[in-house]
């Protein structure tokens, strides 16, 4: 018995000590820093989009926007930097989602813990996709050519058609989300809106225009998967660049994804403000 209490007190002891360090100023200094490495991606891929819209060439997704980062002068400093900012936050998120919202109802702490654990994984796989371009070792065909790869293997795994096609309308869902919240503006409630008025709206419609156009975004590229699931087509499962590029071949697609483009340039410019605003601990 008193071994068992003795375990138990140390494992606790050692989760408090983890929670600490989680919560350090230093790593929230690096998760802040997080989300302005995403908003840089996320301009990127706009540009990247509008560049598309106007006859140009280029991936629009995260691995095309790390490759213009790469090509930059400053490149292997920019994509280090990044990479430990995301990585920051992504483990600012996986904290949130173990340590925190222990003191609301069931229901909502168990909403907020799997929405951290999201986004600490979806910071996760940016800071993966921008150690693989800083070691030398990423590109941006090399990235959809997995995409298509995965979605092949898991088309021929048990159940995998479902899985996908499940897969697909969460992303599309996710979306749905993302618009609405945009629409009611419900990002202020986790920043420290600014005293001045014009400032605030600025905030206000960077954070809506952004919110829609990533809501957009993220619709297609789930529509896009569930579809090519669902037609046995694997190889047009391609992500976020697949998604763009099939709003670009639509009825005035060209304008459609120009807008599009500029709207996550919005969001960029969004996420880099968030990075001082944010509220990381609510």
Known sequence: MHKGTTIKRELRQAADAAED??????????????????????????????????????????????????????????????????????????????????HLPTKEKVGKKLKAAAQALVFAGLALTLASFAMGTGSGADNQKSASDLTISLMKAPGGVALLVLVGVGIAVTGVIYGIRGIKKSFEKHLMMPSDPRARTAVTVLGVTGYVAKGIVLFLTGLLIAIATLRAHPEESTGLDGGLKALRDQPFGVYLLAAVGAGLICYGIYMVVRARLAKMNL
């Open 21 to 102: 360090a989680t919560n350090s100023r230093a790593l929230e200094l690096f998760a802040r820093a997080g989300f302005a490495a995403s908003g840089v991606l996320h301009f990127l891929v706009g540009l990247i989009a509008i560049r598309l819209a106007t006859g140009g060439s280029g991936s629009a997704d995260f691995s095309g926007a790390v490759s213009e980062l790469a090509s930059q002068p400053a490149g292997p400093f920019l994509l280090w930097g990044s990479f430990a900012a995301c990585a920051a936050l992504a483990i600012w998120q996986a904290s949130d989602a173990i340590f925190d919202y222990g």
